[in-house]
């Protein structure tokens, strides 16, 4: 088996990340992020995790008026401005990125998409935590005719819920492919994959669920590794 190296984002619980691949033989993992001064050591990775935490600063898809539903001290626009080059670096290279919660909202920003600033705010349902280790759960309808079917097998299923942010209009070359029943996008990729690298972005936590051998975090770990050994020569 192919040796691969990951990247991933440091964030909010990060040490979950990293959990998730132990199991797993031949992977080293690089934190990245502007505290440790390393974007270099992104040209060592085969691929990139986008992980969770701080909210997106509203004036990233030109709404400056959301800042009034954000805490100030949950934005952290040092981490925009890194993963922002982590974005730009892994599309010019075509390197497989799999996008979590935070993760999938930057993207989607990144493509030209803007978000909801507050879900309940704006009418919704509640999805963010029950409390500091709780993460609350729902069902998610799955688009029959999606990358993400393929991977799942499943039409519906439980993931967990740990956010207060969500996708409002699909990033430029993005489609929706998960909902959950109250229409808050719960998943994305790319509108037309074909000749470019893999992108993947939920808005559930994989890496965390209570059930680890769900297919919703067992097969979307397996089908980003395996984008990423096809990436190792």
Not at 22 to 32: M, Q, R, V
Not at 51 to 59: F, K
Not at 100 to 109: A, H, K, P, T, Y
Request: aromatic share 10%.
């Amino acid at each position: 088996m192919k040796n691969i190296i990951i990247g991933i984002s440091e964030g909010t619980r990060y040490y979950n990340y990293e959990k998730w691949f132990h199991d797993e033989p031949g992977i080293t993992i690089i934190k990245l992020g502007y505290q440790l001064d390393n974007f270099n050591e992104i040209e060592k990775c085969n691929g990139i995790i986008l992980s969770g935490g701080h909210d997106l600063n509203p004036r990233l898809y030109n709404q400056p008026d959301f800042l009034s539903y954000v805490d100030p001290k949950d934005i952290d626009e040092r981490r925009d401005e890194f993963e922002w080059k982590i974005m730009q670096h892994t599309e010019l290279n075509q390197k497989p990125l799999l996008g979590i919660c935070r993760g999938l909202q930057f993207v989607n920003v990144y493509f030209g998409g803007t978000l909801v600033p507050d879900i309940p705010a704006f009418g919704k349902y509640n999805h963010s935590k029950l409390n500091a280790d709780a993460d609350r759960e729902h069902m998610v309808d799955i688009d029959p005719n999606s990358a993400l079917f393929k991977i799942i097998g499943k039409e519906k299923g439980t993931v967990n819920s740990a956010h207060h942010q969500s996708v409002d209009m699909p990033g430029f070359g993005l489609v929706v492919n998960a909902l959950s029943h109250d229409g808050i996008v719960e998943g994305m990729e790319r509108r037309d994959p074909e000749g470019r690298s893999y992108l993947m972005l939920v808005q559930w936590h994989p890496e965390r669920m209570a059930d680890m051998e769900s297919v919703f975090t067992k097969n979307i770990k397996q089908s980003f590794l395996d984008a990423e050994r096809l990436t190792v020569q």
